[in-house]
């Protein structure tokens, strides 16, 4: 078995009567990119803040690099990388100057930074912009940018919180390469998203934390194979025959959910439930069929519930 870089064993984390992660029990193994989902609230961000140490642990245990962050966190930050959701770059300096300034904070030597500048500059395809100042770059280019700052220092473990938020579809897809690559090359990451379509592609094994618990953990197939059958009928009925046709579908799929705009069957053979539709005199305006996905899952598991 690969290293276990962060391990958790009851890890709880409270402020005053508020428990933000209740007694979570984690693994993280060397090479691999380890995932949090979680609906806002869920706890992701308050347990990479302990990760990263700069949170304090309210009970259980946790270690990080076999260190403890109570005692050795400056031990254990010099060793990681984070990515924030929010890009918080120099605008009035140039891209290689946000790289350099960075590498400073890690008392890196100019012989080294220099070469390592130009090598991430390659990896984030912003060589060309090596001399541009920041502020007028798109979002995707900050966020290649932010990313590769935090490689600077060549870390054994990359935190990134939401890193494709508010990107366009081609930059999110570029910026999953780049992420691609670093797994490929044996880098250690720990991704929160709210993308489960960037969860899917990324992620190894994810956990999925409700109200700071964790409520499911395995790799994005066996959570679908677990939790969701094979495939997804979603039927959309003419206004006011919604009701109706719900009566009618008992017992039609494995499961059923009946949404504001359409309804959804579960079901592992959709040519025999769209059968027997028909054969209950049930007439959808539309049905559209899909295969199951962790958007499923995670619905299933966490609710459709709106928290701000």
């Not at 308050?46 to 962050?69: A, Q, R």
């Not at 677990?226 to 997804?232: I, L, N, Q, S």
């Not at 539709?277 to 962790?294: A, W």
């Amino acid at each position: 078995m690969p290293e276990i870089l962060v391990e958790a064993r009851g890890l709880t984390k409270r402020f005053d009567d508020f428990t933000a992660v209740d007694a979570i029990d984690f693994d993280i193994h060397q090479g691999e990119a380890f995932g949090f989902l979680g609906p806002n609230g869920a706890g992701k961000t308050s347990t990479m803040k302990m990760i990263t140490t700069v949170s304090p642990i309210t009970e259980g245990m946790m270690t990080v690099f076999g260190l403890d962050p109570t005692t050795q966190g400056r031990s254990i930050r010099q060793r990681i990388g984070v990515v924030p959701q929010e890009d918080n770059l120099d605008l009035e300096l140039t891209v290689a100057e946000n790289l350099y300034i960075y590498g400073r904070y890690h008392d890196m030597k100019k012989a080294d930074i220099m070469p390592r500048i130009e090598e991430l500059l390659d990896f984030a395809q912003l060589t060309e912009r090596k001399d541009s100042q920041v502020e007028p770059l798109s979002g995707g280019m900050k966020r290649r940018l932010t990313i590769a700052r935090a490689l600077i220092s060549d870390p054994d473990l990359i935190i990134l919180d939401e890193p494709t938020t508010g990107l366009d579809p081609q930059a999110r897809h570029l910026l999953w390469d780049r992420l691609y690559r670093l797994k490929r090359d044996g880098a250690t990451l720990i991704i929160t998203t709210h993308y489960m379509d960037e969860a899917e592609q990324l992620c190894d094994r994810l956990v999925v934390m409700d109200e700071g618990k964790i409520v499911a953990e395995g790799s994005p197939r066996q959570l679908i194979e677990e939790y969701a059958p094979r495939e997804v009928v979603e039927l959309r009925f003419a206004d006011g025959d919604n009701d109706e046709a719900v009566l009618k579908l008992d017992g039609l799929a494995a499961r059923s959910e009946v949404l504001a705009d359409r309804v959804l069957l579960y079901t592992d053979d959709a040519d025999n439930t769209q059968k027997g539709l028909h054969s209950r005199g049930i007439h959808p305006d539309q049905v559209l069929v899909r295969r199951s996905t962790l958007e499923d899952v995670f619905l299933r598991l966490t609710g459709r519930r709106l928290i701000d």
